[in-house]
């Protein structure tokens, strides 16, 4: 196939269907998983980002929620005050997330594992203290009012009448396809290389001629431009807050990416998915058995953690790794 | 200058905390090479188990004990059930390589908070409970005056010297305290002396637990209990670890102790929502400039 | 006896010994010798468990040692001292000697103490130097911890890893002397892996070089040490 012998017109034929595929769904959802799958769509990016980060280059970050918070806040800021366009705004937002990540990829590159771990965590509990400490700009605790505002006309005479979930998810899924296609190349290209060659071992690759904590820099940098985009999205929902930016929002960007298969698009793809309906379809199951509010709240949580330790025990590939192998077989 | 002192007593208590916390996590990366956050976990877990017990009509100190005992159990099933089987796995597939080594327990360690947290919001709801000292918290007054601590300060202090004195007289003194100094500096060598440095790195995580699960039952009396209090501490007890170089026993409990002041400070001349803001810029500072600890003499240790 | 029969070992696609035979007498000094690279090394991490055999057995007094692990293997008598000098630098000489002797400090505390005043006769220096952390000794001194370690947990069967590297040569006759003086006094076996392979035939009873993974001669030492086609061929002097 002639395909395999471009892999940039591969990547594009599998985004192109992939963007087809979700504007068609999402034209005959209710408006609850039109969001929830507009939501998809936003946290794949965030997870990514860790695909990454973490699947790619070995580095480990806490502190992805506090990029996409940083994201967030740039476009809402964008669009309030300087009164610019949605679009204009998430280009604002990648900017300001990448050099947010310039910054910490200085110091992230001097660390490894627990370290790194450890200090992502700590930005992680500081970044949305700043929140309350400017209060006038952020607005403190309760954050900033933003969202995607209104469809444009020629989308609503080309799909008839658009909810405000369903816009949510046609703007998002542009986005998350150029998120997906700018991975995919650069999982491919000599960059993409020389990350795998930093994971595998440092002084190997150094021995090779790769420059380390250059590309661990920009690594953090790509990685964070990526948080942004996920967190300015997010934020689009309606608000750009401390609550909408919780620690737990790194955690399931991991958790995503782990469960999914750290290593590849695909992983990241069923992971973001399995984050956001995981809960709904726990829900479902368990309906018939009547739990107690007290026992179905923290049943996701309880599961989500399970599931990522039998997975990083039992099959560190995540699902994605095992489909292939089935694949292959 | 009364606030100074007040301060400096406020921060010497929960330095002594902290200390614990940091202890506990530099006892498992010592042992194990890993840090555990879900550390933290474990003694929300084993505090409310005491909280509960305190709640039946048991006494503090019969709560207390159990506590431990279960910070202690807690401790050796993360090791036994988690990461022994990671770290068996360790040289396939994804996790082939050094960096993918030092990640992977940290995803497993938050696996384990996750489950711990949801657990305790299942038993125990997510109400917030207090908890109870064994003397009294309202401010010691002798020769009528008002001191700037509480009976429960002091015992905090005594309770973290005692712990210190029998941790130091442990590892300084006993066998398996050799054993285990051996394990973490050099493991081949342990192994080669007949230790079986499966069994200390288990016990490792046992007394990781029992002393973080004291540090939970120190704590929550000021902080009231739910399942994500602690997470906080953790973070703390981290930086305090990472200052004191974070192989060092001594410098944990130092790192401790400056953490616990500089916190104070903080919260009193400066302002609680600041905290962790300073907590980060010191934590780089030290990463960057002193990245072996505080105390590192020349030799310089890659982190 | 150690019988090492048709031994393979391999790490990924590199194998570092091809079907290794040979046999090690009680009560004797054997030497295995080879220039850098032959596998020496890797043979002895074989026998006290560190690594794994792709195949082959390996037996000491008629019990397989294969796939047993190093802390199981050192309770078998069978004491390895690794190369370059292994002792724990920031643990004292007396905690580096104690540490030999844990795993039987509780059922044999008479002679745990026994053993350890045994090795300070042995290296009166140590016994000197008690206190003091083991990363301040000199590299001589290092190495009579790192015997003595092993020693104190009553082997009876002693694998020793390039004693002589980076030593004075006078320092390693002074170890060598006190090995041979031990074999011959309790009956201990040893097998002295050495690239310095003059000084490990002068003291050995029997020889065995290794070639890149490969037997290349098997026979008593002074009759090898007497062999100059060998020695010219495979050693290099």
Redesign the interface.
């Known amino acids: 196939m002639s395909s395999h012998k471009n892999p940039a017109a591969r990547n594009l034929f599998f985004v192109i269907i992939f963007a087809i595929v979700i504007f068609i769904l999402g034209a005959d959802l209710d408006p609850y998983n039109q969001g929830q799958l507009a939501v998809v769509s936003m946290l794949l990016i965030g997870v990514l980002s860790v695909t990454l980060l ?1 699947g790619t280059s ?3 970050s ?1 502190g992805q929620g506090a990029l996409m918070a940083v994201g967030g806040y740039a476009s809402a800021l964008t669009i309030l005050n300087l009164g610019l366009s949605m679009w204009l705004a998430l280009a604002i937002a990648i900017i300001v997330s990448a050099m947010a990540g310039l910054l910490l990829g200085f ?1 992230a590159a ?6 790194l ?3 992502t ?3 992680a ?2 970044l949305p ?2 929140a ?2 400017f209060e006038s700009v952020f607005g403190g605790d309760v954050g900033l009012n933003v969202d995607f505002g209104n469809p444009p006309s020629w989308l609503i005479s080309a799909f008839g009448e658009i909810g405000y979930e369903q816009w949510q998810l046609y703007a998002t899924v542009p986005l998350t396809c150029l998120a997906l296609l700018a991975t995919a190349n650069i999982l491919s290209s000599r960059t993409g290389r020389m990350w795998r060659a ?5 002084s190997a690759a150094s021995l090779m001629g790769v420059n380390v904590s250059t590309n661990k820099i920009f690594t953090f940098v790509v990685s964070s431009g990526f948080a942004g985009l996920s967190g300015a999205l997010y934020g689009l929902r309606g608000i750009v807050g401390p609550s909408v930016y919780p ?1 737990s929002l790194s ?1 399931l960007l ?2 995503g990416a ?1 469960l999914g298969g ?2 590849s698009i695909a992983g990241a793809l069923i992971g973001s998915a399995l984050v956001v309906f995981l809960p709904d379809l726990i829900e479902w199951a368990t309906r018939p058995l009547a739990l107690s509010e ?2 179905g ?3 996701p ?2 599961i ?3 599931l ?2 039998l997975t ?2 039992l099959n ?2 995540g699902i994605a ?1 095992v489909l292939h192998h089935h694949k292959n077989k | 200058m009364n606030t100074l002192i007040t301060t400096l007593f406020l921060g010497t208590t929960r330095g002594a905390v902290f200390a614990l916390v940091a202890l506990g996590l530099v006892l498992v ?1 010592r042992g194990a090479g ?2 555990n ?1 879900a550390q933290m976990g474990q003694a929300m877990f084993s505090t409310y188990v005491a909280s509960t017990l305190i709640i039946k009509g048991y006494g503090y100190w019969f709560a207390f004990l159990i506590a431990l005992a279960v910070g202690a159990i807690l401790g050796a099933i993360v090791d036994l059930a ?1 990461m022994r ?2 770290t068996r ?1 360790s040289h396939a ?8 080594r ?7 360690s ?6 711990l ?3 305790a ?2 038993i125990w ?2 109400e917030e409970r207090g908890f109870p000292t064994p003397v009294s918290d309202v401010a010691v007054k002798p020769f009528g005056k008002t001191a700037p601590f509480t009976k429960f300060d002091l015992f905090i202090i005594v309770v973290v010297a005692l712990t210190l004195v029998v941790t130091t007289l442990f590892f300084k003194k006993t066998g398996m305290g050799l054993a285990m100094r051996a394990t973490a500096l050099n493991p081949e060598v342990a192994r080669l002396s007949g230790i079986r440095i499966s069994r200390v790195r288990t016990l490792s995580w046992a007394i990781s637990g029992v002393a973080s699960s004291l540090a939970g039952l120190l704590i929550t009396p000021s902080a009231n209990l739910s399942p994500n209090t602690l ?2 501490i953790l ?1 703390v007890g ?2 305090a670890a ?1 200052v004191g170089g ?1 192989d060092s026993l001594p410098g944990s409990v130092v790192g401790g102790f400056i953490l616990g002041l500089l916190i104070a400070v903080i919260n009193v001349y400066v302002s609680p ?5 300073a ?2 810029v010191f ?2 500072l030290v ?2 400039l002193k ?1 072996g600890g505080l105390f590192a003499s020349k030799k310089v240790r ?2 | 006896m150690l019988e090492i029969r048709n031994v393979v070992a391999s790490y990924g696609s590199v194998v570092a010994l091809k079907d290794i035979s040979f046999t090690a007498e009680i009560g004797k000094i054997t030497t295995v010798i080879g220039a850098n690279g032959a596998g020496k090394s890797t043979l002895l991490r074989l026998i006290s468990g560190l690594e794994v055999a792709t195949s082959g057995a390996i037996h000491w007094q008629g019990e397989s040692l294969l796939g047993k692990s190093p802390e199981s293997i050192v309770r078998m008598g069978v004491a390895h001292v690794p190369e370059g000098h292994a002792v724990i630098a920031p643990l004292t000489v007396a905690e580096n000697i104690e540490m030999g002797a844990l795993f039987r400090a509780r059922s044999n505390k008479d002679d745990v103490k026994l053993a350890i005043g045994e090795v300070y006769e042995l290296f009166p220096r140590l016994e000197e130097r008690k206190n003091q952390l083991a990363g301040t000794l000199s590299g001589g001194e290092r190495q009579m911890l790192a015997i003595s370690r092993a020693l104190v947990s009553r082997p009876s069967l002693l694998l020793l890893d390039e004693p002589s590297l980076g030593l004075a040569p006078l320092v390693v006759e002074q170890i060598i002397e006190t090995i041979k003086a031990l074999c011959i006094s309790t009956g201990l076996t040893v097998l002295l892996v050495e690239q310095n392979a003059n000084t490990a035939l002068s003291v050995a009873d029997h020889g065995v070089l290794l070639s890149i993974g490969s037997v290349v001669a098997d026979q008593p030492a002074p009759l090898m040490r007497a062999d100059s086609a060998l020695r010219s061929a495979y050693l290099g002097y």
């Open positions: 973490t070995g580095q480990i806490l110091a001097r660390l490894t594992g627990p370290y771990a450890g200090t965590l700590v930005l509990l500081a203290s700043l309350n400490r930093i994971r595998d071992n440092e620690i955690l991991l958790t782990i750290l290593r007290q026992i709240n923290y049943l949580g309880l989500g953690g399970v990522l330790l990083v025990i560190p590939g790794n | 990366w890993i840090v956050f988690v089987p990671l796995r597939g994804v996790l082939a390589s050094d960096s993918m030092a990640t992977v327990p940290v995803i497993a938050l696996g384990i908070l996750g489950v947290q949801s657990l919001g299942m709801a997510a997470d906080l973070i981290f930086t990472v974070l929502d600041d905290v962790f803001l907590l980060l934590l780089l990463l960057i990245p890659n982190v």
